[in-house]
């Protein structure tokens, strides 16, 4: 049965309703006497608030409150966007919120907040990452206050540990929150022993999510007193958490609902909820906040800049000897936690080193909020790690391929992290790019033209999930689980359960349930929805199965173990005429006086070996030498995705991946003034990857089963950006015949280099 | 995202809009294309809007010597219609111009009167040396598109004038021009645009991107160039856009030259 549905290609079950224009997002529900609110973004990146004044805002018809951070209910200590969603007296961000104007509709709301007066004493802003670290630098945040328990959206993500102990030595400034470092080995021998050492200091800009759906929340107050969240996140326990957490409230008054989401890639974890429910619960009505594209740009929670100097070796045979990494990443104002943990295990790539120092340092400044954004802080270590491999090849006169296959890490092969890896397909797919014909054009190009190749990781997150499924009386099948459908998680859901029960796909549906019916998932982020709730609902439909097959015996008095299940039918094996539909044994379960249980399953899972995913990437491109423009030209992906549930998903998913590398790697930068206002906060100034400029992507699905996943499937929606900026940047050295270490490469940078 | 309140009347004909736009902080529209993204940021913010769009000031007709080209004639009507030899650097350009929503709704003389300093198709009249009508209660003047464009977003033109043609004269037999621009990635603006024009009477060329307003390069382009007052910004520096002014000249002049000899 589950070869004729696992592997096929099939649209996604949201589509349809997706581009008829049937969904209902966060921002489309009727909600009776709905208010709405409008925020004031604070106009400084760094100052003391010496008051504000709301009076003219009050006077605008229809305004109804104009709040500021004492009119929330919040209870949490702590500088982190939940217990801080308005800034109390210090702005650490141009664009960090400052007060809320709630009025009875939308225009009135947005007059009201243009009328509020906020009287700002300037502080130094902290801008330069890397001079916030000196010892004399300014602090970005003057105002201390710290909640130890604000650290619970990190684990969202990747579950990092934190290395090894501080070195001493070290003098930084207070900005530095947080210090990373693993060390094994002597670093310093490896180099001396090695044929070649390249190194490169390699700069990446904040990147913004640029989901299609803004930021968007409603909350309510029901008269029995439960608070209702309904809103486009990516977590709702997480969020349920959070908000019970600020507002001080039992978690079974806090039923939190994920809405169809518009897209997120990471950003959307509790961010303005606490803005809504605040506004809710101090005026006991309904409030809305839907973000406008510009506030969303200033006030929301980007990828970090980070520079990263590396340093690598190997020996004349092209064995990998020592890493030295020293990555600095710019954490914002977020004070709980940042991408140095991980961007520091992930530059070491998915090869095997003989010796390696990797530090990584957590730094505040006064820009943004730092957030997680799809592989949060992989692009970046893949970019400086795969432009010095090229470097590395060619000082060794190696196939870069080569080089890389010789080092990739295996199963059981102890990395950085210290553990020995999972079931991992980096060789394998790096073998077919290799063969790819596209590759073996390198050398005999047009003049202009360059052909780069670059391979990105992701390790895959963790988090034990529920899932139930329930055959109805039709005998279709529902099912409940918790996750957010980001990505097609629950077209892949659909086929899981419809393979591990014993029916076509196109009889089950998929119910994303709320924190308070729904069974336990976590955030659908960290590449792990899959891999741990698709195991959870691969064992409910075979808990489901059990039951059918148990109903079945009794209705043809033939064992269990002699029946089997398919496409709605129960059948005894090897006598097919001997058969009961689902349809008829659930009629009988579900009437009064019935006499079988419900059909229904409840399963869990609780993963605890990782499944990591990896993607090689070729790409083509031409430059102009003159202007600095780079065109793409053609890109292909190979990825591991263990297996393809749903082949036209997971391609979409490498497609998507790759295209937002594509913007990593020529288009997309958040970009300061010296005093910290943001340059580039609309679409007219961020420029992300459109139809016009994404060349043909082709896709080479490469299936290494995860022992663990359902059916071997995996997470793959963060692994295929990870390599594609690294992959572009070495196709534009090999076009350019120089290397550009900053990203994006614009065509001012471009044209730059060449003139160097 | 909402515009300020405003309100909004809709003209009958030229003479009801000069009235209308006798109005304190009355704004003319027309496509929309410039002015709402502006009304929505409340950085414009006119009290009343004048609905110029149903006016019949729309439509392209060679007369005598020029070609006449109403103010409200769109992007796609400029990309598609066939013009007399020598003009090829209007449609190239209009091509160019935002996507086809925009080129749909967008129109020329909406562009010209906005004054955005990197706007394309004013280096383009710019270079074919186009004229433009103006009407007031007073009657009709004619001036120069560059005596129009004073500085960013800056126009000569009083409140209650409207533009009713743009007059562009056809080139002599044997010419021919030619647009070449690098766009900023995001905005689709010209990081530096240069408009050619090369014929039997010499060359011209202008800039649109690199200043307070698009201009004409006065004799040898190079030396013009080098000389010339050039805006640089974070993105692009004054170095690198000077650099593109010259090879972008370069191009442009290279395909009106092409263009000239009847290569399409």
Redesign the interface.
């Known amino acids: 049965m589950s070869d004729s549905v696992i592997g096929v290609a099939r649209p996604r079950i949201d589509a349809p309703d997706k581009v008829t224009g049937a969904t209902r997002y966060a921002a489309d529900g009727y909600v009776h006497g709905l208010l709405h609110a409008r925020p004031v973004l604070a106009t400084e990146a760094h100052a003391r608030i010496r008051g504000i004044d709301g009076s003219a805002a009050l006077a605008v018809s229809g305004v109804v409150a104009v709040l500021t951070a004492a009119d929330l209910p919040i209870v949490s200590a702590g500088t982190d966007r939940t217990s801080e969603p308005l800034a109390r007296e210090e702005v650490v961000f141009a664009g960090q919120p400052v007060a809320l104007v709630v009025a009875e509709s939308?225009?009135a709301a947005?007059?009201g907040a243009?009328a509020v007066v906020v009287d700002y004493e300037s502080l130094e802003a902290v801008v330069d990452v890397e001079a916030a670290m000196e010892v004399e630098a300014p602090l970005a945040r003057t105002v201390e206050e710290t909640d130890d328990e604000a650290g619970d959206l990190e684990s969202i993500h990747a579950g990092v540990d934190h290395g090894q102990a501080d070195d001493p030595e070290e003098k930084l400034s207070g900005n530095v929150l947080d210090r990373i470092t693993r060390e094994q080995g002597d670093v310093a021998a490896a180099f001396a022993a090695s044929a070649a050492v390249v190194e490169g200091t390699f700069r990446t800009p904040w990147v913004y999510q640029a989901y299609l759906e803004p930021q968007v929340c409603t909350a309510w107050l029901e008269p029995s007193g439960t608070l209702v969240v309904s809103t486009s996140t990516q977590g709702s326990f997480v969020t349920q958490r959070e908000i019970a957490r600020a507002f001080d409230l039992p978690l079974e008054r806090v039923r939190v609902v994920a809405e169809p989401l518009g897209g997120a890639f990471g950003g959307k974890f509790a961010l303005v909820e606490p803005l809504a429910v605040g506004a809710a619960l101090a005026l006991k009505r309904p409030v809305r906040l839907v973000l406008?594209?510009?506030e969303d740009f200033q006030a929301t929670n980007p990828a970090s800049a980070q520079v990263t100097h590396l340093k690598i070796g190997a020996r004349p045979d092209g064995t990998l000897t020592g890493i030295e990494a020293r990555m600095i990443v710019d954490r914002g104002s977020n004070a709980g936690w940042g991408v140095e943990g991980i961007s520091s295990l992930l530059v070491a790539g998915p090869y095997n080193w003989e010796a390696h120092d990797l530090r990584g340092y957590g730094v505040q400044t006064n820009r943004f909020t730092f957030g997680a954004y799809r592989a949060p802080g992989a692009p970046t270590a893949a970019f400086a790690l795969e432009s010095l491999l090229d470097e590395l090849a060619k000082a060794l006169e190696l196939d870069p391929i080569e080089l890389r296959l010789q080092n990739a890490v295996g199963e059981g092969d102890v990395g950085v992290s210290g553990t020995p890896s999972p079931v991992i397909g980096a060789r394998e797919v790096l073998e077919r790019i290799k063969e790819h014909p596209l590759w073996a054009t390198r050398d005999a190009l047009p003049e202009g033209e360059g052909i780069g190749m670059a391979a990105g990781h992701w390790p895959g997150g963790l988090e034990p999930a529920a899932a139930v499924c329930r055959v109805n009386s039709d005998g279709t099948m529902t099912v409940v689980t918790s996750a957010a459908d980001m990505s097609g998680v629950n077209s892949g859901f659909a086929v899981i359960a419809a393979a591990a029960f014993g029916l076509a796909p196109d009889q089950v549906r998929v119910v994303s349930a709320d924190t308070t019916s729904g069974p336990y998932a976590g955030g659908s982020g960290g590449s792990k929805v899959t891999y741990t709730v698709g195991a959870a609902v691969m064992r409910a439909a075979e808990s489901a199965r059990q039951k059918v097959l148990a109903a079945a015996s009794q209705e043809l008095e033939i064992a269990p173990d002699d029946l089997e299940v398919e496409d709605g039918v129960v059948r005894a094996v090897g006598a097919p005429d001997r058969s009961i539909t689902v349809e008829d044994l659930a009629k009988k379960a579900l009437r009064f006086g019935g006499r079988y249980e419900p059909i229904e399953g409840h399963g869990g899972s609780a993963q605890t070996s990782g499944a990591p995913s990896v993607a090689a990437h070729l790409s083509h491109v031409r430059i102009d030498r003159?202007?600095?423009?780079v065109e793409l030209l053609r890109h292909v992906i190979a990825q591991d995705v263990g297996r393809a549930l749903n082949p036209a998903l997971v391609e979409g998913q490498m497609r998507g991946g790759a295209a937002q590398g594509m913007g990593w790697a020529?288009?997309e930068q958040l970009?300061h003034?010296e005093d910290g206002r943001l340059?580039?906060g609309s679409?007219?100034?961020?420029?992300?990857p459109t139809a016009e400029?994404v060349p043909e992507i082709e896709t080479l699905v490469v299936e290494v089963p995860a022992p663990d996943g359902p059916f071997g499937a995996k997470g793959i929606g963060e692994a295929p950006v990870v390599g594609a900026p690294a992959a572009i940047a070495n196709a534009v050295a090999a076009a350019a015949g120089t290397r550009l270490y900053e990203l994006p490469m614009?065509?001012?940078r471009v044209?730059?280099a060449l003139r160097s | 995202m909402i515009p300020a309140p405003t309100r909004y009347a809709r003209a009958t004909d030229v003479d009801h809009a000069l009235e209308l736009l006798g109005e304190p902080d009355a704004k003319a529209i027309a496509g929309g294309q410039s002015l709402i993204p502006v009304m929505k940021l409340r950085v414009a913010r006119p009290a009343l809007v004048v609905d110029i769009s149903r006016l019949e000031l729309r439509g392209i007709e060679e007369r005598a010597d020029a070609v006449h080209i109403g103010p409200l004639t769109t992007w796609s009507e400029l990309a598609s219609t066939g013009l007399p030899a020598g003009l090829q650097a209007i449609p190239e350009c209009a091509r160019g111009i935002g996507d086809l929503q925009i080129r749909n709704l967008g129109t020329i003389g909406g562009s010209v009167v906005h004054a955005d300093p990197a706007s394309d198709m004013p280096a383009v009249l710019l270079a074919l040396g186009a004229r433009l009508a103006v009407r007031s209660a007073d009657g009709v003047r004619e001036l120069a598109v560059s005596d129009l464009l004073l500085g960013p977003f800056t126009t000569s033109l009083g409140a209650q004038e409207l533009v009713t043609d743009v007059v562009v004269p056809v080139p002599s037999a044997g010419s021919g021009s030619a647009y070449a621009s690098v766009e900023h990635p995001a905005s689709g603006f010209a990081l530096v645009g240069a408009a050619a024009l090369a014929g039997p009477e010499g060359e011209t060329v202008a800039l649109t991107g690199v200043g307070a307003t698009p201009f004409v390069l006065d004799g040898d382009p190079a030396t013009a160039i080098r000389d010339a007052e050039i805006y640089g910004d974070r993105f692009a520096s004054e170095e690198y856009r000077r650099e593109l002014a010259g090879v972008l000249v370069e191009r442009a002049l290279a395909r009106a030259r092409n263009h000239a000899k009847g290569d399409r």
């Open positions: 939308e225009a947005e007059d243009e406008t594209r510009s003159e202007t600095g423009e020529l288009y970009d003034d340059l580039s679409f007219l100034d961020y420029a992300i400029h614009t065509p001012p044209w730059k």
